[in-house]
């Protein structure tokens, strides 16, 4: 019997075992129970599944992502302060406080803690508040450090990784795209089962836009496919300062309104649905998204507000008429510098 070929560190132990039968297989090949009968699984009582923000972050991997500079990491950061002081999560939900590991892979801890003092606003530092600024992939040690803290702290409630390309394990030889994708995750969901912890992962999206925000999601569908539930905040428009799209094994489909306050970085929830808060102004909407993605063309513009592709065109033409907007060669707009409006 030969071993399957190109199988990634951390990957189930099941795939070493290929096709034997139940009767044959080594119980002590598989890391946890896995071969049931029918009668056996309908008879067994399983727990809930544990939620650090109810409704929306449960046991298992979540993938948070977002454009660059859209607030992902604001978020993240606001959500496990949250979580480990208890409070409410989104400025609505209420969480139970417990132990919150937070990975800040790329800020500095000077950055660090700038942004948790925005963040708390003058509120008490929460003790139960875990922060560290570098850890190895996950096949280089990184595994170790993340189990090592869950052993130290049996009540923890949530585990933030911000962000995955700074642990990911590197590609096996060999593996394809979507193998390499599948495997980054893979330790992750071995050490959420394991534990039964919710763990937020901070990544990013593509340049290019989609009607179906999961293929939105940086990198191949190993990614998504892998992970418990996937999260990606867009900026929004009208009332709503972004919208968080979310689907999941546990979560269901959804999609939340969400206003971003820039005096203490904190994200709220909207109440109803996120529709209620998207129905405003076109023109700010584009004026909104162009502020961040200057040299965007209507194509871009319309993937990522929400507008249709006609309207935005529309709407931009008479934008250029009017001075609010300009526009390169390509057909791409900026909303103009008013620190260089004396030089036009």
Known sequence: M?????VPAGTPHLHSVPNLTPAETPVKALPHKAWWTAAELMTTDFPEPRWAVPGVFAEGVSLLCGPP???KSWLSLGLGLTVAAGGKAFGTIPVQAGPVLYLALEDTAR???ERITTLLAGRPVPEHMH???DCPPMDQGGVSIITGWLDAHPDARMIVIDVLTKIRSEAVHGASAYQADYAAIAPLMD???KYAIAIVVVHHVRKQGSDDFLAT???TNGL?????ATYVLVRGRGQADGVLHMTGRDVGEAEHALTFSSEDGSWTMLPGPASDHLTTN???????????????GPKVIAQNTGLGEPNVKATCRRMLESGELTSDAKGRYSVPDPNQAHLV
């Open 2 to 6: 030969t071993a399957t070929p190109n």
């Open 69 to 71: 500079k859209v607030g």
């Open 111 to 113: 950055r660090l803690k």
């Open 131 to 133: 922060l560290l600024t």
């Open 191 to 193: 050490i959420a089962q």
């Open 217 to 219: 999601v940086s990198g």
């Open 224 to 228: 998504a496919g892998a992970a418990d």
């Open 282 to 296: 076109t023109r700010a909407a584009i004026l909104r998204f162009l502020r961040d993605n200057p040299i965007s």
